[in-house]
């Protein structure tokens, strides 16, 4: 139980083009989800937090007209990386977490995010 | 602000040695510590810890918590070129986790 899907897994796209990462919860509902990104050899920088049917609260730093996150369920998060620009290329993370008592986030396996 | 820090930050072994990793935290309303293992993808649930003092274990790994030090180690006994991998410590504080900038293993044969 507790799987995390992303997709896409990989994407190269051209500077100035806007890209779309979606989260999935799949067998479990997700109240909150968490978008982190990281940087070679870097650890993860959570960029933001999501709440199903609420706005994201982002982490200071993170622009978040450029970085757009709707949590329109509690399966389904997106985040849409506008008007990419070659310093975006990372590895893009989400995880979810269950809500309630639990404490503990499951991630998904990742996006590779290259812009050109 | 809240704060997680690793040491070491890299550690290049021999198969069969015993590591001990640490960590340490500086967090407002802190909930639990987990430790995640990062080989190439998405970090991998290894432990959750939330009690002072109780080791948990999971075959070659085991990792403790002192919430009064404000630290936990990771063991990882009679490693494994397997066991290569970012060994990430994170903490819960309110719904956000903070992730130190974990510790790079090296296990050599």
């Known amino acids: 139980g507790a799987v995390v899907s992303q997709h896409p897994s990989w994407v190269i796209c051209k500077s100035g083009t806007s890209v779309k990462i979606e989260c999935r919860s799949l067998?479990?509902?997700?109240?909150?989800m968490f978008w982190y990104r990281q940087f070679p050899k870097q650890s993860l920088m959570l960029m933001a937090t999501s709440n199903e049917g609420s706005k994201a609260t982002y982490e200071q730093g993170v622009e978040k007209d450029k970085f757009l996150i709707n949590h329109a369920s509690l399966t389904l998060s997106t985040l849409t990386v506008t008007s990419a620009h070659p310093e975006d290329s990372s590895f893009y993370i989400c995880?979810?977490?269950?809500?309630?008592?639990?404490?503990?986030?499951?991630f998904g396996p990742g996006t590779r995010l290259t812009v050109t | 602000e809240d704060k997680v820090v690793q040491s070491p930050l890299s550690l290049v072994v021999h198969e069969g040695d015993t590591v001990t990793l640490n960590c340490s935290y500086e967090v407002t309303n802190f909930r639990s510590l987990l430790w995640y293992k990062q080989e190439k993808k998405a970090p991998t649930f290894l432990f959750m810890l939330t009690s002072s003092g109780i080791e948990k274990k999971s075959g070659r790994l085991s990792s403790i918590l002192d919430k009064k030090e404000l630290f936990s180690i990771l063991n990882i006994t009679a490693t494994q070129t397997g066991d290569s991998a970012i060994y990430l410590c994170a903490v819960t504080s309110g719904s956000r986790l903070t992730f130190g900038e974990g510790t790079q293993l090296t296990v050599n044969p």
């Open positions: 995880s979810a977490r269950a809500g309630g008592s639990s404490y503990e986030q499951y």
């Open positions: 067998d479990f509902q997700a109240t909150t």
